[in-house]
Structure formats: structure tokens, C-alpha cells
């Protein structure tokens, strides 16, 4: 199979994904979540397909995000391309907007097993990025700081707020690219929810 055909398709639109086809049933969260939880998933688009086809995990997973407050209201800050949401790299999103589209068996919510002070810090690193603007990574480069993929978003605020890495690197079209499925055999993380 061609690889690299693949990953350039999937660096041109990202890790988000279109919308779900039909209502789905969604995963229950309200009283699990804490601000600084990781949260990965699998939709159902085409976008997510591709992605998982390309990384070939285990587990299906096609996008990360971390849990903030906002206003008193659960949101979510990632990264995603342009050309799938209103606008490109780091962003907040409504929680409930979040979970539209996600595939049954691909959704994780992991806990840092840090204290709350390294979890505001977390915190803090990826407010500031949201605030500066960053752009989505389409080089999907880990040594420059100044765009962000997905799990790279994640991987740098935690590893600037709190000193600990999240996921394993591996190779995939001759980039290192942060895979998902590294993050269950961490144990700086633990899975406190599974859908």
C-alpha cells in the first residue's frame, strides 16, 4: 500500500472530521470529566478513515483534544486544519460540538496522574497558544513549535506544563508522526472513561 499518497491527503485536512451521517448515540461524561483530561476519538468520516488507515492502530483513534472550563461550561481546546473547521490550528470548542461525531469503541477519556498545579500550568501553555494564534501543522513537523497537528498540540502543552511526554513517536511516510494508541500504555495517564 502507498503510504505517502495518504499522508498528504491527511495533511491537507487534519484530524477533525465532517459530521456525522445519521444521529448517533453519544457518549455519557458530565459527571467524569475534569478540566485537563485527555480526550481521544474515532468518527465516522471519510477524513477519520483515512487517518486511521494511514497510523494502523489497534485502536481506531483519528483526534485529541484536552478539556478546559470556559465560563463554567466543559470546551475543548485542539488543532485542526482550516479546511475543516471555520478556522485553522489551535481552537476552543464547545464540548457538546465535540462529541457530534464519534464511533463507538474509539472513545477514551484519560486523566494525567499530576498534581492541579502542573494541570493549570497544562492548562495555561495551551490557552496561550490558543491566544497566539498557532496554525495547524500540514508539515506535520514535531520540531517546530510554531504549527501544531493534533497529538503534537497535545504532546508539547504537556510536555512545556508539566514535564511528561504523552505519546510514542513512530515513522509513518518518513515522519515522525505521535501516535495515539501509545498514550494507553503510559502511565503517566490513566483511562477513567471508555465509550
Known sequence: MQMLPLFVCLSSVSCSNESAEKPQEKPSIDSIIQEGDIIIKCGHGQISRLITKTLDEEI??????????????????????????????????????FLTDVKKGTFFILRPQIDSIKTQTVLR?????????????????????TAFYCSEFIQFIFDKGAR????????????????????????????????
Open 60 to 97: 481506531d483513534i483519528s483526534h485529541s483534544a484536552i478539556l478546559c472550563k470556559d465560563s463554567n461550561e466543559f470546551a475543548l481546546l485542539h488543532s485542526v486544519s482550516g479546511t475543516l473547521a471555520e478556522t485553522d490550528g489551535v481552537q476552543k470548542i464547545p464540548l457538546k460540538r
Open 164 to 195: 511528561i511526554s504523552c505519546f510514542e513517536t513512530r515513522n509513518v511516510s518518513k515522519k515522525n508522526i505521535y501516535m495515539f494508541n501509545s498514550i494507553f500504555s503510559n502511565p503517566e495517564f490513566k483511562v477513567v472513561y471508555k465509550w
Open 125 to 145: 501553555k495551551a490557552l496561550t497558544k490558543l491566544r497566539q494564534d498557532i496554525a495547524f501543522d500540514h508539515e506535520f513537523n514535531n520540531a517546530d513549535s
